[in-house]
C-alpha cells in the first residue's frame, strides 16, 4: 500500500492474477491493466488461459477479496454447446462468473454474483422468467474462499447452506424442467497446497418426470455438454455421450 505497486502472481491453471487495493489503485484503472495483458498474451508463448482482475479492501492483517473479481479469459478454441444453443435460438444465461469463464461466447444474457447465496438468488429470479433455454451458474465461494484457503469448516458451511436452498430450487423448477449439479474440478480443502487437486465430481441430476432414483455410470465432464444438447436437439460438440435416455 505504500508504493501503490500490483501484485502479480501465477497458479497452475494457467492463470494470471493481478490484485491492487480498491482504494489505492481504482478498479477501472486495475480492469484496464488486466485488459492490457490480456492483449499481450493471447498467443505463443504466451497464450495464458485467464487473466484475473483481484481487487481487495482492508487494511494490513485484514484485508479481504471483493465480489469486484473480473476473469479476461481466451475465446473458446471451438464452438461449445452454449453456441449451438444460441444459434438455436435458445437463451443462455449465463450466472456468476460463466460468462466470464467463455468470454461471453454463446452467452445471450449474464448476470454477476457477489457470493454462492446471491448466486442462488439470482437463479431463483432467473428461474422466474418466462425463458426458454439453459441457466447456468457458478457458485464461486466453494473454490475461491475455501477450497483455496483450505478453509474445512468454511467449506462444510458453504455446503450445508447451499444445500438449504435446493429446496427452493426444485420447488421452482417446471416440470419439463433439468437441474443438474456438479464441480468443474477438485479442490479439497484438506489437502496440502492452494491448488486444485485431482478426483472424480459428483454429478447430480432431477427432474419432476423421473420416477425414481438411479445412478449413472462414471463418465467425463464433457458428457454433460452432450446430455444438454440432446435434451435441447441441438448440434453437438465432437466431446462426450448423452446420458439424457438413462434418465427417468
Keep these: 500500500m505504500k508504493t501503490g505497486d500490483l501484485i502479480v502472481y501465477t497458479s497452475a491453471d494457467p492463470v494470471l492474477q493481478i490484485a491492487a487495493h480498491e482504494d489505492i ?13 490480456r492483449e499481450i498474451t493471447l498467443e505463443d508463448p504466451y497464450m495464458i488461459g485467464r487473466i484475473i482482475a483481484r481487487p481487495y479492501i482492508g487494511t494490513p492483517g ?20 452454449l453456441d449451438h444453443l444460441k444459434d438455436a435460438g435458445y437463451d443462455v444465461i449465463a450466472i456468476g462468473k460463466i460468462n466470464d469463464i467463455y468470454n461471453g461466447q454463446g452467452i445471450t444474457e449474464y ?14 429470479t432467473v428461474m422466474g422468467k418466462d425463458f426458454r433455454g439453459l441457466s447456468f451458474l457458478n457458485l464461486v465461494d466453494f473454490d475461491a474462499l475455501f477450497g483455496h484457503r483450505r478453509d474445512v469448516k468454511g467449506y462444510a458451511e458453504a455446503i450445508e447452506a447451499f444445500d438449504a ?8 423448477l417446471e416440470d419439463d424442467d433439468l437441474l443438474l449439479i ?19 465430481v459428483p454429478l447430480l441430476a432431477y ?30 460438440t465432437q466431446n462426450g455421450r448423452s446420458f439424457l435416455d438413462e434418465l427417468d
Design 207 to 236: 427432474s419432476k418426470k423421473m420416477a425414481g432414483r438411479g445412478k449413472l455410470d462414471q463418465g467425463k465432464f464433457a458428457d454433460i455438454g452432450a446430455t444438454v444438447s440432446d435434451n435441447f436437439r441441438v448440434a453437438a
Design 25 to 37: 489503485i481504482p478498479l477501472e484503472e486495475l480492469y484496464a491493466i488486466c485488459e492490457y495483458v
Design 111 to 124: 448476470v454477476r454474483t457477489k457470493s454462492n447465496m446471491d448466486g442462488v438468488d439470482q437463479l431463483l
Design 182 to 200: 456438479t464441480a468443474d474440478h477438485g479442490n479439497d480443502p484438506t489437502f496440502p497446497g492452494t491448488d486444485h487437486t485431482r478426483e472424480y
Design 165 to 172: 436452498r435446493i429446496p427452493e430450487i426444485l420447488a421452482a
Design 62 to 81: 485484514h484485508f479481504t477479496r471483493t465480489s469486484n473479481r473480473h476473469d479476461y479469459a481466451l475465446d473458446p478454441f471451438g464452438q461449445t454447446t
